[in-house]
């Protein structure tokens, strides 16, 4: 069975610090690694991640994503208040699978004033 | 529209009713995913549709969960006879193709709760 594990599982920091959220993976015939950071409602998305893209930056945001470690990390610098959320990490399979995502259970990060 | 529809947002029924939910995706998005998120869990997949192809219903709990798509637009997600471990929220995602290739984009999903 596919599985997807993040850590940590919350994370409390101040405004200005600088974060890494963590995601391995087991899947069969691994296709791609996605984040996405979830408010009060639709998780939206930031990276997605494959063989031929193994590393993403967008602002503050950056991911890399670890073929040989199956893991992948989620860097945030400093950090904001906005920056609050439950952060997503989720795998893709080829063949039967379709694409689906198997989800880790999120880590929740907290940024204080 | 610009993103993916669901409605109702919040549905509040008894216990043994069934409910329909129903997901607009994005126009021009060949594939649509249903998943669940409990409270205080990870999403857990449960159908997939993509164009005229049978649907992938693996992750669908029980058989009181079933789900159709019309061609490329609209879906509706179906739950009979409720029950309270039901409860969750219900997103809809649609991908441009398949979803390993092309991120999938979700709506804001539709909170249910069974009493």
């Known amino acids: 069975e596919d599985k997807v594990v993040q850590s940590p599982l919350s994370l409390v920091v101040h405004e200005g610090d600088t974060v890494t959220l963590n995601c391995s993976y087991e899947v069969t015939n691994f296709r791609s690694l996605l984040w996405y950071k979830q408010e009060k409602k639709a998780p939206t998305f930031l990276f997605m991640l494959?063989?031929?893209?193994i590393e993403k930056k967008s602002g503050r945001l950056s991911s890399i994503l670890d073929k040989k470690e199956l893991s992948s990390i989620l860097n945030i610098t400093a950090t904001q208040t906005g920056d609050s959320a439950i952060y997503l990490c989720a795998a893709t399979a080829g063949g039967t699978s379709y694409g689906k995502l198997t989800f880790g259970q999120g880590t929740i990060l907290t940024v204080h004033p | 529209g610009a993103g993916v529809s669901q409605s109702p947002s919040n549905k509040v029924t008894e216990k043994g009713k069934d409910v329909e939910l129903r997901c607009d995706p994005i126009s021009g998005h060949t594939a649509l995913y249903w998943y669940r998120q409990r409270l205080g869990q990870g999403l857990e997949f449960l159908i997939y549709f993509q164009g005229n192809s049978a649907p992938d219903k693996s992750g669908l709990p029980s058989d009181r969960f079933s789900a159709e798509r019309t061609g490329e637009s609209v879906s509706t997600l179906t739950i009979q006879r409720t029950q309270q471990e039901d409860s969750a929220v219900y997103l809809c995602a649609s991908s441009f193709g398949q979803g390993y290739s092309q991120p999938q984009h979700f709506g804001d999903g539709t909170r249910l709760s069974i009493l």
């Open positions: 494959t063989s031929s893209g």
